[in-house]
């Protein structure tokens, strides 16, 4: 069955960078459009980032992380991936990937257990 | 960017009510509109898309109905398990977003 297990979490301080991965199994990573989302502790969900399909390529992110943030796969190892650079206290959050629904690109109907992110000083 | 907004914030019902969550689209999104229920400390789950598709396993009690801009997110006869906060998400169109959520809690 389906899984998304994220890792590479933890506290950093403002301006640090951190890295997180997702490790995907029961399907391959690169077939879908997978993304990044993320809750600030007690708040909402936001979409982070996006990246198409490997036939189509296209990556989005969203506003607040634009220029900041980079999503990638490896398809060798099923996974992706989320460079964070330039973190903020802003980019405190449990960061989920989702996968979709098949036929539905932007329906999230698998997500990870989350990893938490902590910006502080 | 489209707004999503979500109506109420909070609400307190019973076991066996009749729950009735709005969410309002800032333009025409079509039918583009996912429904997720999240629990405390838990990822969100798939209810329903696009608009009125049920997810598969998701208890009959749970129907989404509209269209353009206005959608709702009923749920018949409120269930213990179903005390939860229930997020709607366009996919209409990039950036995706989604509304602030609406609590429901035991009254």
């Known amino acids: 069955q389906v899984q998304l297990v994220e890792s590479g979490g933890g506290l950093v301080k403002p301006g640090e960078s951190l890295r997180l991965s997702c490790a995907a199994s029961?399907?391959?990573?690169?077939?879908?459009?997978m993304s990044w989302i993320r809750q600030a502790p007690g708040k909402g969900l936001e979409w982070v980032s996006y990246?198409?399909?490997?036939?189509?390529?296209?990556?989005y992110y969203g506003e607040s992380v634009k220029g900041r943030f980079t999503i990638s796969r490896d398809s060798a190892k099923n996974s992706l991936y989320l460079q964070m650079n330039s973190l903020r206290v802003e980019d405190t959050a449990v960061y989920y990937c989702?996968?979709?629904?098949?036929?539905?690109?932007?329906?999230?109907?698998?997500w990870g257990q989350g990893t938490l992110v902590t910006v502080s000083s | 960017d489209i707004q999503m907004t979500q109506s109420p914030s909070s609400l307190s019902a019973s076991v066996g009510d009749r729950v009735t969550i709005t969410c309002r689209a800032s333009?025409?999104?079509?039918?583009?509109l996912i429904w997720y229920q999240q629990k405390p400390g838990k990822a969100p789950k798939l209810l329903i898309y696009?608009?009125?598709t049920l997810q598969s396993g998701v208890p009959s009690r749970f129907s989404g109905s509209g269209s353009g801009t206005d959608f709702t997110l009923t749920i018949s006869s409120l269930q213990p398990e179903d005390f939860a906060t229930y997020y709607c998400?366009?996919?209409?169109?990039?950036?995706?977003?989604f509304g602030g959520g609406t609590k429901v809690e035991i009254k």
């Open positions: 989702a996968a979709p629904r098949r036929g539905y690109d932007k329906v999230f109907d698998f």
């Open positions: 029961g399907f391959t990573i690169s077939d879908y459009y």
């Open positions: 990246i198409s399909s490997s036939s189509g390529n296209t990556i």
């Open positions: 333009q025409s999104i079509n039918r583009n």
């Open positions: 696009p608009a009125s």
């Open positions: 998400q366009q996919s209409y169109s990039t950036p995706l977003t």
